[in-house]
């Protein structure tokens, strides 16, 4: 009964996004109060369906409700809790039930939160968000019904992927929607000011906490997929270019341009038609990767469908969405007005340098992801792009952006004097040299490029700090004075700072696990030692041990330094019997300079056992790294001047009090 309950809400949901979707947009051609209104009243109730239709969901992968087909493909009794729990959407169409929940989530955010904004603009912004979720509702309801029974239920269900057995795949999909579909907020402002014809400072201050929002969530959602990755697939790698994680990262640098951008509009009201483009890209790129993960044409772990008709239902959503929207751009952004004018060595300058080359990194990566399936479709051969392509193309386009980042916020609005930026960051350019060299003797000359790497670092972190010290006049004015220009800083300034300074630190990572790491792979027998670097791993111990829901060899590893004991550390191979498959789990001891790791693969006590143990240099820090950014965006979002983009509420209820004529824009 209460799996029938979340599919009545569900399309009691998809009536209200048609009706959100259109009457709003029509009173708000007319003027009509009472129709615009009706788009918050719509939004709250769909969110409230959509909610329960969730809780339902996951009530029957809780409850193991065996009638629902859903839960017999995702689901085992003998899971633990938390994993019944995350196989609510760790599947095709519980997944997207959590997209559409957090889409109608936005929706009722802005109802609930746009109190300032023009009755109009949310009118119109909530109806596009509801066009959104009225066809992917019809998506669910059509070919992908969370909810579909069976007539005789099994005994027992066939249990989740192993690889989504894991408390990290439990939380990276909720964060990375958030992020994914939280761009469609600032999807719906752009095409609903493209309607108005209107972009300004007020409508830039009103997308900024929206796309921040989705950008730290997005931020945190690719972290802990990253995470996963490096210690369940046991390959001892972050980051494989792979075309899904391609599809989440290509969103977030159109949006790291769309937030840089929209401070342009903001303070200087220039870059109206790049902001309102970069917006609509942001959010095609989501439903890009959405159609890419579900219609069949990629083979990934992270993939969840392969039915080629979801995918071409997919595909028509997509065409409409992004064909629509980049029509309706051809035609209204002409007529936006340029707005202010600014030299090239600017802070509009470098705020605009860096969308470029973060938009050329997007279609770049776009176009490693997409070139193998263009020739698939053409049968013109198979043939693969990895991470040869993209260190090679995507790397360099990268280099402008970091110096970018730090002599930007040096720079004066309109006009600045790059001379004078440089002068004022001479200590972190003599910390980034002083870091190369020391790097060069360390790794000795073939390491030139991991060098400049390690440098370019030191350059943000160093010069993040400066900046600010900049700002409030450090050494260079009274300890009260700074303290005043500390105190009177805005919390925006203050994560622009943390955030640059998580580059830094998440690109030291990169870096050090890339160009320094140590590998050793070979058989090993109890008892045996393998020198590693400057650590000795040895074997210690093979035993076979009973899981809630898998059987498991767990290798015991001892690392030592010398004479002196490090750690010991737990590798597992696991086998699930009722998926039958097998998964690793990596053993890692972390020094927060380094990860020291070990993984077990086949074997047996008379052979011996594969083993692969690595020394993976600075590796925390990419999570150290992502955590600082998300951090910064918090504090960013945490800012009062982004909650204010309109009259005060006193002069909104004079101006809403008097009739708004037919037709008005």
């Keep these: 009964m209460i799996a029938e309950i979340g599919h009545f809400a569900l399309i009691a949901a998809f009536v209200l996004a048609a009706v959100q979707m259109s009457f709003p947009l029509y009173g708000a051609h007319r003027g009509d109060i009472g129709l615009m209104d009706l788009a918050k009243t719509t939004a709250l109730a769909q969110f409230a369906l959509v909610l329960l239709s969730f809780a339902a969901l996951v009530n029957a992968f809780v409850t193991s409700d065996f009638s629902v087909l859903n839960v017999i493909q995702n689901s085992h009794s003998d899971k633990p809790l938390l994993y019944k729990i995350s196989g609510a959407w760790g599947n095709h169409e519980g997944s997207l039930l959590l997209w559409v929940l957090i889409l109608t989530l936005f929706g009722a955010m802005v109802a609930s ?44 269900g066939q249990g989740l992927n192993p690889l989504l057995q894991d408390p990290g795949l439990a939380f990276h999909p909720p964060f990375l929607y958030f992020g994914y579909v939280g761009l469609s907020i600032s999807f719906s402002f752009a095409v609903a000011a493209l309607i108005e014809g209107k972009v300004d400072a007020a ?12 950008w730290c969530g997005l931020s945190v959602g690719i972290g802990l997929g990253s995470w996963w990755a490096y210690y369940e ?61 579900r219609s069949g044409v990629l083979t990934s772990v992270h993939a969840f469908a392969t039915d080629p008709e979801r995918g071409v239902f997919i595909l028509l959503l997509l065409v409409i969405a992004i064909g629509g929207s980049l029509t309706l751009f051809a035609i209204r952004a002409p007529s936006l007005q340029p707005g202010g004018l600014f030299r090239p060595i600017s802070r509009e300058g470098g705020l605009l340098l860096n969308n470029l080359f973060l938009s050329v990194a997007a279609l770049t990566v776009l176009l490693g992801t997409l070139y193998p399936l263009f020739l698939d479709v053409l049968e013109a051969g198979k043939v693969s792009v990895g991470p ?79 900046e600010l010290a900049e700002r409030v006049k450090l050494f260079q004015s009274s300890a009260a004075d700074t303290w005043r220009r500390l ?141 600082i950014m998300a951090i910064g965006g918090l504090v960013s979002l945490s800012d009062r001047r982004l909650r204010i983009g309109a009259p005060s509420n006193s002069r909104k209820k004079a101006v809403s009090s008097r009739p708004i004529p037919a037709g008005a824009q």
């Design 388 to 466: 040869p392509y993209f260190n090679a193309t995507f790397g360099p386009l990268m280099v402008p952006i970091l110096a970018a980042m730090v002599v930007g916020p040096l720079l004066s609005w309109k006009r600045g004097d790059i001379l004078s930026a440089l002068s004022t960051l001479w200590f972190a350019g003599t910390v980034a040299l002083a870091a190369i060299a020391i790097t060069l003797i360390y790794s000795g000359v073939d390491g030139i490029l991991p060098a400049i790497g390690v440098g370019a670092a030191a350059w943000i972190i160093i010069g993040s700090c400066m």
């Design 487 to 627: 105190r009177q800083t805005p919390r925006s300034v203050y994560g622009m700072t943390i955030a640059h300074l998580g580059v830094g630190v998440l690109l030291a990572g990169v870096i050090g696990t890339t160009a320094f790491k140590t590998e050793s792979v070979q058989n090993m027998k109890i008892g045996q030692s393998v020198a590693v670097s400057n650590y000795t791993f040895t074997l210690d111990n093979v035993v076979s041990l009973q899981g809630p829901n898998y059987v498991a060899e767990r290798a015991v590893f001892v690392i030592t330094e010398g004479d002196s004991l490090i750690a010991s550390v737990n590798a597992e191979r696991r086998r699930y019997p009722v998926e039958q498959d097998m998964t690793t789990e990596a053993g890692i001891h972390t020094t927060w300079l380094a990860d020291l790791y070990a993984v077990i693969g086949e074997g047996s006590r008379s052979a011996g056992w594969t083993t692969r143990l690595y020394k993976n240099p600075l590796t925390p820090w990419i999570w150290f790294g992502t955590i």
């Design 203 to 214: 409508w830039a201050r009103w997308v900024r906490p929206w796309t921040l929002a989705a």
């Design 113 to 156: 939160f746009g109190r300032n904004l023009p009755p109009q603009l949310r009118a119109r912004t909530l109806a596009i968000q509801g066009m959104i979720a009225f066809g992917f509702i019809a998506f669910m309801l059509f070919t992908s019904n969370p909810f579909e029974r069976v007539l005789v239920p099994p005994a027992n």
């Design 233 to 293: 697939l046991g390959w001892g790698g972050f980051w494989f270019w792979d075309p899904v994680e391609n599809a989440s990262f290509i969103p977030w640098l159109f949006a790291t341009a769309l937030l840089h951008s929209a401070i342009v509009v903001e303070k200087r009201d220039a870059l109206k038609s790049w902001t309102i483009l970069l917006a609509i890209l942001a959010f095609s790129m989501s439903l890009l990767g959405t159609f890419l993960v």
